[in-house]
């Protein structure tokens, strides 16, 4: 049977020093928690930005493209009042060309203009 004791060296400031296994461990347990600390602040800056991010998505969106938008669909709501087919197909198509992408011009559809 192998037995290992851990070397302990008083220091000049009258406390221990730890050597060995434990300082490895007291080193890596330092380390990981330094990491832990990093994470966390990355992960407050990002939250952050994201916050940030949507904020100014939900300016320009309710400032600038909603407002825009009612007046236009308004127009194309009084031309094609009698045929409601008509004026969703014109709706989507006047939005694809702002969009470009026809499958985001539906989901921008769904969720914003549901209630214009």
């Given amino acids: ?7 302990v060296h008083k220091t000049q400031r009258g406390g ?5 296994a434990a ?7 330092s380390e990981q928690h330094n ?6 602040h990355q992960y407050d800056l990002t939250k952050n930005k994201i916050i940030h991010l949507e904020d100014k998505k939900n300016n320009l969106l309710k400032q600038q493209l909603l407002p825009y938008l009612k007046e236009e669909l308004q127009l194309l709501r009084l031309l ?13 198509k006047f939005i694809k060309t702002i969009i470009g992408d ?6 921008f559809i769904k969720k914003h203009l549901k209630h214009i």
């Fill in 80 to 92: 094609y009042n009698d045929s409601t087919d008509q004026y969703q197909k014109e709706q989507k």
């Fill in 16 to 20: 221990l020093q730890i050597k060995g």
């Fill in 23 to 29: 300082k490895r461990l007291e080193i890596q347990k």
């Fill in 35 to 40: 990491k832990i600390k990093e994470s966390f």
């Fill in 102 to 107: 026809d499958n985001k011009t539906t989901a």
């Fill in 1 to 7: 049977m192998v037995t290992t004791k851990a070397k």
